[in-house]
């Protein structure tokens, strides 16, 4: 892999040319800066930029009154190499806050497409309904240990209106929710996100993880994507490394909240 021209797509693809999340969201390009707009309860923030040390910070102070003026709070996807070198400080002088740093890893799809089941007793199941979405989060809240009400509304949501761009799955030892997974497809690009992959504390280390990576394979390679994209945690880098998945860039989520912010 090319990593310098995998970054570089993914730059294209998934952030400079980004597309709405849902029917009623949008996404606006402006001043060096692609920013996304969601809909009723969906995601604001910026996704993309293309700044210099001499106007960042003025770009930066025009997102901030935008969505001050929706009176949203929004989110600066930022990446290890966006420019200026010091967006990141700027960010944080601005009033945003950094979330935990994760790492843009990537992978061939062709790479995981490998006979790896789910222990004796698990099977992966999809989710097409309300039930199958209340067995995800419950396997959710039980790996991560936090509540999974975020996770409810936007599978629910996009299962309603966008089935073709979501694969939602669940593992159950026997009718026991104990690993959940999601797949997000953006057509007409090349990168399947994989989001989730969350396993019960005592299910953990038997190979469900890998399961549901390779199942989300499968399912990406007869859909025509060529990539898979993982924003890694600490936890998941070493095990996504093992199995092929290469470093890229790091990520971190920039918060900022109207009342919380500097004016």
């Given amino acids: 892999m090319d990593h310098a021209a995998v970054l570089a797509l993914y730059d294209r693809d998934m952030r400079e040319g980004a597309r709405p999340e849902s029917s009623d969201a949008r996404v606006e390009r402006t001043g060096g800066v692609?920013?996304?707009v969601g809909g009723e309860g969906g995601w604001h923030g910026v996704l993309w930029s293309d700044l210099g040390a001499l106007d960042a910070d003025a770009a930066i102070a025009a997102q901030v009154a935008y969505f001050a003026?929706?009176?949203a709070e929004f989110e600066w996807?930022?990446?290890g190499h966006d420019r200026p070198a010091d967006l990141g400080r700027r960010l944080s002088a601005a009033g945003f806050t950094a979330e935990p740093e994760e790492t843009l890893m990537i992978g061939e799809t062709g790479d995981q497409l490998v006979d790896a089941a789910p222990p004796q007793g698990v099977r992966i199941v999809p989710v097409t309904d309300a039930a199958g979405v209340e067995l995800m989060v419950a396997a959710n809240e039980k790996a991560f240990g936090h509540d999974g009400s975020f996770?409810?509304?936007?599978?629910?949501a996009r299962l309603t209106a966008a089935p073709d761009t979501i694969v939602a799955l669940v593992a159950l030892a026997g009718d026991e929710p104990v690993s959940?997974?999601?797949m997000e497809l953006i057509p007409g690009t090349r990168f399947a996100g994989l989001w989730g992959g969350g396993t019960t504390p005592e299910w953990r280390?038997?190979?469900i993880y890998r399961a549901l990576i390779a199942h989300r394979a499968r399912i990406a390679a007869d859909r025509g994507y060529r990539y898979l994209q993982v924003d890694a945690s600490d936890q998941s880098r070493p095990i996504l490394e093992r199995l092929g998945f290469a470093a890229l860039t790091t990520t971190t989520p920039y918060l900022y909240t109207p009342s919380a912010g500097v004016s």
């Fill in 34 to 36: 692609v920013r996304h």
């Fill in 69 to 71: 003026g929706l009176g």
């Fill in 77 to 79: 996807k930022h990446y």
């Fill in 151 to 156: 996770l409810r509304d936007l599978v629910l």
């Fill in 180 to 182: 959940s997974a999601r």
């Fill in 205 to 207: 280390g038997r190979g």
